[in-house]
């Protein structure tokens, strides 16, 4: 089982990142996504959350739209578009992955699988 995620980079405040975290090792069409990150200094949080099909989404109020969460079943991969970013959107971000329909998006026991992160870097 494998998710790595990649596309962080440093971007100024006001610009965009597309992230994307590809699967592979599990039938990726059986799980929800979700999108967490960590802060220095802070615990993990949750980003944004989708279901098997892509039709059920959650996001954090924090990033409600700006961020958008879709996922191509065909290719195995979730993206997370990140616009409009913020200094306090800098943060590793990680993909994983829950079997079925989580309770809850948000919750990270109901995710199993866990990608390696990618950092983001808002500038001011």
């Known amino acids: 089982v494998q998710l790595q995620a990649s596309g962080g980079g440093s971007v100024e405040a006001g610009g965009s990142r597309r992230l994307s975290c590809a699967a592979s090792?599990?039938?990726?069409?059986?799980?929800?996504m979700s999108w967490f990150r960590r802060a220095p200094g802070k615990e993990r949080e949750f980003v944004a959350g989708i279901n098997w099909s892509g039709h059920s989404i959650r996001y954090a109020d924090a990033v409600k739209g700006r961020f958008t969460i879709a996922r191509d079943n065909a290719k195995n991969v979730v993206y997370l578009d990140a616009n409009s970013l913020k200094p306090e959107d800098t943060a590793t971000y990680y993909c994983?992955?829950?079997?079925?329909?989580?309770?809850?998006?948000?919750?990270?026991?109901?995710?199993?699988?866990w990608g390696q992160g990618t950092q983001v870097t808002v500038s001011s």
């Open positions: 090792g599990f039938p990726f069409d059986s799980y929800a």
């Open positions: 994983a992955a829950a079997v079925g329909v989580p309770q809850d998006y948000s919750d990270p026991q109901w995710f199993i699988y």
